[in-house]
């Protein structure tokens, strides 16, 4: 299992953002027992970061009685309270203040923080203290799944988009407690296979996409080398979309990640690769154009869980690597590894 310290450096590439010096240091020189300490430690930082800079304002749609219009008037509520013959008004304005969805989802992840037993007292305290630090026209909302979706679909600036990823995967790990209204417990998302599946595709992409400057780094989708009678045919052949294409005029790596607990599996005895990871890898070569001049080659990279693998082929005129990542080495080690991989 991924040490906790080192999670810190994978968040940060998986949510495309470079590892802060002075923030790292801190994190290794703290003990975290569990997932929670350290992201919970996370969001505090970067939370005290954005009050010192000043949480980000919006207009948000505000419905009062008053004395003089503003906006637009409601007038069904308006005559329903009789309110024309005293000089007043239902009204609905848009207002700018910090009331916004993020600092409102920000907040309530935080009074969630706040009652969770799984913290020390003293981290509980801090959070306490930095939700005091939040402007009163914040009103703290829990986070659903429902308000996490429609604050994905935005574009946010780093620090924004940083806290939000820590919420949405606090809200992830949160599981409700059962006849205590309020509570949570956290459950330790490194043995989310799916999750973590994810956050390592990512890290990996971002890694390369922030630590290199030879190859563009993105994620391509491959089109077949198909006919068929029916152009409508084509259609129903399933899309090929790489994890990471790392590509230099000379030289083009397709690179697929995968988080299983081996690279190996285990028939009749025998350890053998695991078939299909390999024929997917050889059909994106297979499909995939390499510009004049341009050395294609395909990369399985799987973390070292149980062994380690580095095994090398000619498959289809191209050469092909199998390889473990050991993500609980120091990560000065883990960042030597990825950018050796494509030297």
């Not at 569990?34 to 000043?54: D, E, K």
């Not at 069904?76 to 600092?103: F, I, M, Q, S």
Request: glycine share 4%; proline share 6%.
């Amino acid at each position: 299992m991924i040490p906790i310290h080192n999670l810190y450096y994978l968040l940060c590439y998986a949510w495309h953002r470079l590892p802060d010096p002075a923030e790292a240091q801190a994190v290794e020189a703290q003990e975290f027992h569990r997932p929670l300490a350290l992201l919970t430690h996370l969001l505090l930082v970067a939370t005290r970061r954005q009050l010192r800079c000043g949480l980000a304002v919006g207009y948000t749609e505000q419905e009062a009685e008053l004395t003089e219009l503003r906006g637009r008037v409601q007038l069904a509520p308006t005559l329903a309270r009789d309110l024309l013959r005293r000089g007043r008004a239902v009204c609905t304005y848009e207002e700018l203040n910090a009331n916004t969805p993020l600092n409102q989802l920000l907040a309530g992840t935080l009074a969630q923080l706040s009652r969770t037993r799984a913290l020390p007292a003293a981290t509980r305290q801090q959070v306490r203290q930095v939700l005091g630090r939040f402007p009163a026209a914040v009103h703290p909302t829990p986070p659903t799944g429902e308000a996490l979706r429609l604050l994905r679909r935005q574009r946010w600036p780093g620090p924004q988009a940083f806290l939000l990823h820590l919420c949405d995967l606090l809200h992830h790990c949160a599981l409700p407690v059962p006849d205590e209204t309020g509570r949570h417990r956290f459950r330790d998302f490194r043995r989310d296979e799916v999750l973590m599946a994810r956050l390592f595709e990512q890290f990996v992409r971002n890694f390369y996409r922030l630590e290199q400057r030879r190859y563009r780094v993105r994620s391509e989708t491959i089109a077949w080398q198909a006919d068929a009678a029916a152009a409508e045919d084509l259609a129903l052949l399933p899309t090929m979309v790489t994890d990471t294409s790392l590509e230099a005029a000379d030289r083009k790596i397709i690179l697929d990640t995968k988080y299983y607990a081996a690279a190996l599996r285990t028939r009749h005895n025998r350890q053998r690769l695991i078939a299909p990871h390999l024929y997917q890898l050889y059909a994106y070569l297979q499909n995939q154009s390499a510009t004049p001049g341009q050395h294609l080659e395909g990369v399985l990279l799987y973390p070292a869980a149980m062994q380690e693998v580095d095994v090398r082929y000619t498959l289809g005129g191209h050469p092909v690597r199998i390889v473990t990542l050991d993500l609980a080495q120091p990560w000065p080690s883990i960042a030597t590894a990825l950018l050796t991989l494509i030297a």
